[in-house]
């Protein structure tokens, strides 16, 4: 008997890179369908289906408590939802840096600031010796809002900055040369166990590491750092994550530090390794419940 799954998305995928549907064959090959849902839509019946899997949602920061309703919805009807909706309520603020942080796990120094001031930042320069900051919202996804902070310019380019902050908890970091130089790479891990990676190099004078954004992206064989600082972060957990992506960044010293632990919605870059689409649908039926 054919079983159902729900990917969550969102209404339209225009101007995005998304490769979710590469997943779609391989449940199908497995005895599974697949249909995608908006988490703007209401109305479903989440018990028909065995599985339900947060997969591009990209908007929700847009209206955050919308989504977390969808959260509450879902779980309230006994599907599992995945990532598990403790795990992503977690992730949803990036303050949860601050958590991995706090269990040695080796993160980009990250302050946070409600309605940052031109002063906090000034501050911040000092007191990271750094002469360029990037500032980015405490919520947010694709970089949008992300802006690079250079002291010398900092005064001219404040009063375009701060409107973007005036309501929102900023999110402040020292700039790595790195993601231009090197690039940033992105460990995906399907069950917990790393899956394949990925270094993302932005364009030419750009910081930002999404394709939207015109960067360039190559498979990559990982260095035993990059490995042990990625895992570092997913052991952490308390909850096993069915998927997951943990961006990281080489600091000045040749470590390697998390930027980002995508949690909720990550790109997980299933064309760039064949093996990939399979991989996570066989983790995401080893997680689901017959329906009958």
Not at 184 to 209: L, N, Q
Not at 224 to 233: F, T
Not at 243 to 249: E, H, K, L, T
Not at 285 to 292: D, G, H, M, Q, S
Request: net charge negative.
């Amino acid at each position: 008997m054919i079983q159902r799954c729900a990917f969550i998305t969102m209404d339209s995928m225009e101007g995005f890179v998304c490769d979710d549907d590469l997943a779609i064959p391989a449940l199908k090959e497995l005895g599974w369908d697949v249909d995608k849902i908006s988490w703007r839509s209401r109305g479903t019946d989440w018990t028909r289906y065995g599985i339900v899997v947060i997969r591009s949602p990209w908007d929700y920061p847009s209206d955050a408590p919308r989504f977390l309703a969808l959260l509450d919805e879902i779980e309230a009807s006994g599907t599992p939802l995945l990532n598990p909706p403790e795990l992503v309520r977690w992730n949803l603020h990036k303050s949860y840096l601050n958590w991995l942080d706090e269990r040695d796990v080796s993160v980009v120094p990250t302050r946070w600031l409600d309605g940052p001031r031109q002063a906090d930042i000034l501050a911040l320069f000092d007191e990271y010796g750094s002469d360029k900051m990037v500032i980015k919202p405490a919520i947010g996804a694709n970089a949008e809002h992300a802006h690079v902070l250079n002291k010398r310019t900092l005064e001219q380019d404040w009063p375009k900055i701060q409107p973007v902050f005036e309501h929102r908890q900023a999110m402040v970091q020292p700039f790595r040369t790195a993601i231009q130089s090197e690039g940033e790479y992105s460990v995906m891990f399907v069950d917990g166990e790393i899956s394949h990676t990925i270094r993302k190099t932005p364009k030419a004078g750009d910081f930002r590491s999404q394709e939207e954004h015109g960067a360039d992206i190559a498979l990559v064989e990982p260095e035993a750092l990059l490995v042990k600082r990625a895992s570092e972060a997913v052991r952490a957990l308390s909850v096993r994550p069915l998927y997951g992506r943990a961006d990281m960044i080489r600091n000045p010293d040749g470590d390697f530090e998390v930027m980002e632990l995508e949690l909720i919605e990550p790109s997980m870059y299933l064309r760039m390794d064949p093996e990939a689409p399979m991989r996570l649908a066989r983790a995401i039926i080893r997680r689901a419940r017959p329906v009958n």
